[in-house]
């Protein structure tokens, strides 16, 4: 047995695999979302010994990226007409990662069908770089902002050069704003 990788240690790491569905490949979200200044400090029982597991070295499966905003609001038709109306003047194009709009659960979320059993039927952020117009719960990420806020992202940018370029595109709405976000991009299944 020395040596060896127990079974279950390698179905975990197997697991952290992405599992593409279309061009876009999907990415998973976070089960919790720590601050960079968050310190949290966990004792894990393993077999008859405590360890300590700093949480802080999940610090690296954040990333900064600057993300810009063109709306925000609680009423997904507005937002979703304004996002139409944006792209025809703008010609930054929508993608909505294969997400709809449960009015019944008012949701944005996966359908049912996804590829990806634990995020089927339920909301999953855009959260690498992107060019493309989409619409997203703010919280995800600007934290402390109202459950169910609704944003217009017009692009999420690894560089601030490139935000404020963006930004300048959609600023002829005067709700547009850019911000500067920990975006969670690490594996969580």
Known sequence: MKGKIPLLAFIILMS?????????????????VLQADHKDTRTVKSGTKDTTTDLNEQLDAFADYYI?????GSDYYTLRNKMINLEHSTGIPIDTLGRYYNKSKDLIMLPDTADDDIYAGDYYPRRYPSQNLSLEYMDFYKPGSKKK??????????????????LKSVSSSKEAFAFKAKVYVGCMH
Do not use: R
């Open 149 to 166: 806020t609704l944003g217009l992202i017009a692009g999420i940018y690894e560089t601030k050069i490139s935000a404020d370029s963006a």
């Open 16 to 32: 952290c695999k992405p599992k593409p569905t279309d061009k876009q490949a999907v990415h998973n979200i976070p089960l919790k």
């Open 68 to 72: 810009i905003v063109a709306d925000t």
